[in-house]
């Protein structure tokens, strides 16, 4: 059931062996053998083999075939759903919104691409007819995608969507530790009989296949959803030819609330986004300043608000949220904790592993006040459902605190003042600004600054990144 999926056929990995664990209780979903180097290279030379075809299929006729997979792969959410809600988990309502991601997602792309278009440019120093220049979007090459474990279906569709609508035949990596899902997509491209070599799917050390994907000559673009370092190192590894990159990377997200904040929203979105999918979100809350005036208040309504919450899996009822992907990430939250606490903070509740849940890789949500900013949770990315909270008295002051890190994606305001917000939008170094709990969608950029990132994820402007430019210029 779950193979590499390699020009259009199914192929046993000859590579390394590796086991796929429920973090819930870390026991064994599957035995799953991995693509050798010598395959990597197969899924290359058949995404290559395939481009000049692929190229040349009209694109409305490439977006039909993205709505058919679409609406294929929707016809299946339940069972895909299953799937990764077992791999990485999910309560299955969280992992079933992750497929209905895909169709967000990959939908917007089919539509956008019936809009692509060129233009037109006049010469300055020429009368009107003298000389004509014509520019177009021409599909760019072999895109390679690297796609992170925590929503590996709506990701998909996001370096697939844009790739198919372009032109361009595409290899997706999965992470290895929720590779399931993904390769099962494979059986539904398979059954909709997309021309052989346009998606390949090929999972398994990044040692071995991403290193492989990354530095050969054959892919235009290199396309990543992941931490920071992993962006380096594809960069580093891609230098064997000139490629173009598309990286969304880590983030170390600063929120701010304001005294004139809706203090019970900033609360109940605190704990949405540390309690869904565990805190594992790359634009998730990472430093969380709050105004002395209401800082009292916040940390009461935090604390009264995680009370409704319950650590579980699958189909389990209510508030539910989900283990860390593993081990080894849940023991690092008390490396935090205890961290923070040795340097001062107070752990006001949480931070715990569940009753009756100690074989899996749960963590009780973890309230800590007066947080300072040289303890390791405001340093790295938490990536985990710890909530690090510290009080300030002046915005220009936890401005620069804000901005005082290397990294660039996301960042949360909460306010109400006409000239605070002004001034945190032209202040803030972040790619996303979000404003009162403000939230995108698949028409919207998400953009990492600095260190999180180069160019951007969904929109048009995402879909531009698909496509080369060629000019035209002639004298009639």
Not at 41 to 69: H, M, Q, V, Y
Not at 130 to 159: F, Q, S
Not at 329 to 347: C, Q, S, V, W
């Amino acid at each position: 059931m779950y193979e590499l999926y390699i020009n259009g056929q199914f192929i046993k990995g000859e590579g390394k062996r590796i086991k796929v664990l429920d973090p819930a209780d870390n026991s064994v979903i599957t035995e799953l053998d991995t693509a050798s180097e010598k395959q990597c290279k197969l899924a290359l030379e058949a995404a290559k083999d395939a481009f000049k075809s692929w190229a040349a299929t009209p694109i409305g006729e490439r977006c039909a075939w993205l709505n058919k997979l679409i609406d294929t792969v929707m016809e299946e959410k339940e069972a895909i759903a299953e799937i990764l809600s077992a791999e990485s988990g999910k309560p299955y309502k969280t992992a079933l919104e992750d497929v209905y991601g895909f169709e967000d997602f990959a939908r917007f792309y089919a539509e956008e691409g019936k809009r692509i278009n060129g233009t037109t440019v006049y010469t300055p120093s020429k009368p009107y007819g003298a000389m004509y220049h014509a520019v177009e979007r021409r599909p760019l090459g072999v895109v390679v995608a690297h796609i992170a474990w925590n929503y590996p279906i709506a990701m998909a569709a996001l370096k697939i969507g844009p790739a198919m609508v372009a032109g361009d035949p595409i290899i997706i990596k999965p992470a290895s530790n929720t590779p399931l899902a993904t390769l099962y997509l494979g059986r539904i491209i398979d059954r909709i009989g997309l021309p052989k070599g346009v998606i390949n799917i090929v999972c398994g050390p990044a040692s071995v296949v991403a290193k492989t994907l990354n530095s050969s000559t054959i892919p235009s673009m290199i396309t990543l959803i992941g931490s920071s370092d992993t962006g380096r190192q594809a960069i580093a590894e891609s230098s064997t030819s000139i490629k173009r990159f598309s990286m969304e990377l880590g983030g170390n997200a600063p929120v701010i609330v304001m005294p004139d904040a809706d203090v019970d929203q900033a609360a109940a979105r605190t704990i949405g986004m540390k309690c869904d999918n565990g805190g594992q979100i790359c634009t998730n809350y990472n430093r969380i300043y709050v105004h002395e005036a209401v800082y009292e208040e916040y940390l009461a309504k935090v604390q009264e608000g995680l009370k409704a919450v319950k650590c579980g899996s699958k189909h389990d009822e209510g508030y539910i949220m989900g283990p860390m992907i593993t081990r080894e990430g849940r023991d690092r939250m008390f490396e935090l904790i205890r961290d923070a606490e040795e340097k001062g903070a107070t752990l006001v509740c949480g931070g715990t592993i569940p009753e009756g849940l100690e074989a899996g890789n749960f963590i009780t949500p973890a309230l800590l006040r007066d947080c300072t900013e040289d303890m390791r949770l405001s340093c790295e990315e938490i990536f985990g459902p710890i909530i690090a909270v510290r009080s300030f008295a002046d915005l220009d002051d936890v401005l620069a605190k804000a901005n005082d890190t290397e990294l660039g994606l996301a960042s949360y305001f909460y306010g109400h003042n006409a000239k605070d917000i002004a001034k945190v939008f032209e202040t803030i170094e972040a790619g996303d600004v979000f404003i009162n709990g403000g939230s995108g969608g698949a028409n919207t950029p998400h953009i990492g600054l600095k260190q999180s990132g180069v160019g951007c994820d969904q929109s048009c402007w995402s879909l531009d990144e698909y496509f080369c430019l060629k000019r035209l210029s002639m004298e009639p």
